[in-house]
Nanobody, 114 residues
Framework: QVTLVESGGGLVQAGGSLTLTCKRTGVAVRINTMAWYRQAPGKQRELVATISSVGGTNYVDSVKGRFTISGGSPGNTLYLQMNNLKPEDTGVYYC????????WGKGTLVTVSS
């Protein structure tokens, strides 16, 4: 069993920064990619950023140049550095680990005020 626990969310003004952390515990399993997703109120969950086991990264267009994903497999901690936050970045941010199975955290709430 793999457990993911996110932290670092909170209330921040537009233009501010936050760093999200996802700590992975449990049995050692092969993880190919880790990712951050977010779900805004009333909207579907969307992919924000991914990082592969060899460090390759991808971002949704709306966060390029502002967010940086780091860490992940083979380590046990995943990060998301978020700069120049905008109100539309508000939502619950989820950590995901994918290998033979998908594992999800319970999320951390980010609220960006205008």
């Amino acid at each position: 069993q793999v457990t993911l626990v996110e932290s670092g969310g909170g209330l921040v003004q537009a233009g501010g920064s936050l760093t999200l952390t996802c700590k992975r515990t449990g049995v050692a399993v092969r993880i190919n990619t880790m990712a951050w997703y977010r779900q805004a109120p009333g909207k579907q969950r969307e992919l924000v950023a991914t990082i592969s086991s060899v460090g390759g990264t991808n971002y949704v267009d709306s966060v390029k140049g502002r967010f940086t994903i780091s860490g992940g497999s083979p380590g046990n901690t995943l990060y998301l550095q978020m700069n120049n936050l905008k109100p539309e970045d508000t939502g619950v941010y989820y950590c995901q680990a994918a290998g033979g199975f998908e594992y999800w955290g319970k999320g951390t709430l980010v609220t960006v005020s205008s």
